[in-house]
Structure formats: structure tokens, C-alpha cells
């Protein structure tokens, strides 16, 4: 019987409501759950590691998961802090961006998913809109967080039907929830836009020639109970990372389309 895949999951950091307070490293439910229902098993990553440290951790895990959260701090793709951005943790950021870069060039199967999707984009040089509603001409309603539940479907968005996010879903076009107030601006020049929102925000990205490097704006953990089909994200990565999407001659050192990308950025 195969072992499991390990699946690493960054963290971020919550303080309890204690006197004196604490500081926890933490994470939803809903992606641990979804990646036990896909057949992994989860491994929490903390925060505060060396890059020495998520080198041997992330060489120990058999995919990575980057899920949603706060704000990327503006400096690291030459944006401007606006009254709206909230959630700042720059050491989250250093800890995820060097994560998501390293996965990219080792192919190492990744999933991720809200800021997930804005790390990886700014991760391989791409840029966002500090805040969608402000600066984004003709945006629709993207950001339902705290006034909606978090499996409220607030639009449609079309998938690109020969992406591999097209395949583990099922179908070309699909409604989501949307938690978010940022969004890509500029796409990383890697990688390929896959899904799109009504008024033109990306929505969903990937790696050609990766193994498995799939992000998404929405939260499909949240919809799986009531979206089966959303779990094919999950599964995606969970099989990729046992090997089972793996084309032969992968790791051979053949270049990758993220080395270049990671050779401007380093």
C-alpha cells in the first residue's frame, strides 16, 4: 500500500483572545479537510522558518497548498500601500513567495488559492491592483467577505477549455464565491491565464509544463460540499504529488519555462 502524499500548507498568524495575548501559527479547517477528502494528508508549515529550513521541509513534502489570507505588502511588486489593504504580514510573505518560487522551478505539485493565486503571480514577477474596486476600471463586486457566507456563489466565471483547471473541474464555465479585494494586475510572463471573471480580473492561472501548479481567486474548499466538482482542484494536487501526473523524463533537469522567470527575479 502507497503511503499517502504529504501536502504542506503555509500558515498564517492569529492572536488568541488571552490576556496577555498569544500568537498562533494557523489554518482554516476547510483545507485540511478538503485535502484529506482528496486522499493527502496535510502538513502544516509555520511561519518564521529559514530559507534553509523551507528548503528541507518543502524537500519532505510531496506537493505544496497556498491558501487565502491577508495582503501582500505592495513593495514586492513595486505597488503603492492604499487605506484599504489590510493584513500585512511580511514575513508570511517572504516564507510564501520563496515557497511558491521553489516549487515552480523543482515542479514540485502546487495548488493555490486566493492570496495563494496573488503570491504566485507576484512570486514569478507579476503585478496586482492594490484594491479591485478602486483601481480597476469596471470591476464588478469582488470582495463579499464578512457580509456573505463564505460559500455564497457571487459570480460566473469561463474557463479555458484545454487547461488543466478545465479538466479537474469538469466543465468550461462554473459560478464561485469571491472573498477578495486585490487581483492580478499584470500576469507573470510564465504563466497562463485560465480563468476569467465577467469584467476581465483572471481568476485562475497555471504553469505550462509543470506537473501540477494550478491557483485560483476563489475558495473552492469552501464550495465542496455544495459543488462536488471542486474537489477535483484537491485531488489534482494529490495525485500529481504521488507521482501519478508525472510525464516520463520529468526532473531530468530539462529547462522549465519558471527558471527563466526565477533568473530576473533572484
Known amino acids: 500500500m502507497n503511503p499517502k502524499p504529504l501536502i504542506g500548507c503555509t500558515t498564517y498568524r492569529k492572536t488568541a483572545g488571552q490576556s496577555p495575548p498569544i500568537d498562533l501559527y494557523g ?31 518543502l524537500a519532505r513534502v510531496d506537493g505544496l497548498l497556498i491558501p487565502g489570507g491577508g495582503d501582500i505588502e505592495a513593495a ?20 510564501e513567495l520563496f515557497l511558491a518560487r521553489q516549487a515552480a522551478a523543482q515542479q514540485k505539485p502546487m495548488l493555490a488559492i486566493c492570496r495563494g493565486l496573488q503570491i504566485t503571480n507576484v512570486a514569478l514577477g507579476g503585478t496586482l491592483w492594490e484594491d479591485v474596486k478602486v483601481f480597476m476600471p469596471d470591476a464588478i463586486t469582488h470582495d463579499y467577505n464578512l457580509i456573505r457566507p463564505r460559500n455564497h ?27 477578495h479585494h486585490q487581483g492580478i494586475r499584470h500576469l507573470a510572463a510564465s504563466l497562463r491565464a485560465t480563468a476569467m471573471a465577467p469584467d476581465g480580473l483572471i481568476e485562475g492561472v497555471e504553469l505550462p509544463g509543470h506537473p501540477y501548479a494550478v491557483a485560483v481567486q476563489w475558495h473552492p474548499e469552501n464550495l465542496i460540499a455544495d459543488d462536488p466538482a471542486m474537489l477535483g482542484l484537491f485531488t489534482g494536487l494529490v495525485k500529481a504529488a504521488a507521482g501519478e501526473r508525472r510525464q516520463p523524463g520529468s526532473g531530468n533537469g530539462a529547462a522549465h519555462p519558471a527558471e527563466a522567470a526565477l533568473l530576473t527575479l533572484t
Not at 508549515?45 to 523551507?54: H, Q, S, V, Y
Not at 513595486?78 to 510573505?93: K, L, N, S
Open 153 to 179: 456563489l457571487a459570480h460566473a466565471v469561463t474557463l479555458q477549455p484545454d487547461s488543466l483547471l478545465s479538466r479537474q473541474i469538469g466543465r468550461s464555465h462554473t459560478w464561485v464565491n469571491s472573498l
Open 27 to 57: 489554518l482554516m479547517p476547510a483545507y485540511i479537510e478538503a485535502i484529506r477528502l482528496a486522499g493527502g494528508l496535510p502538513v502544516m508549515i509555520p511561519l518564521g522558518l529559514t530559507e534553509a529550513e523551507l528548503s528541507a521541509l
Open 76 to 95: 514586492q511588486y513595486q505597488g503603492q500601500h492604499h487605506v484599504t489593504m489590510y493584513g500585512i504580514d511580511p514575513d508570511r510573505d517572504r516564507v
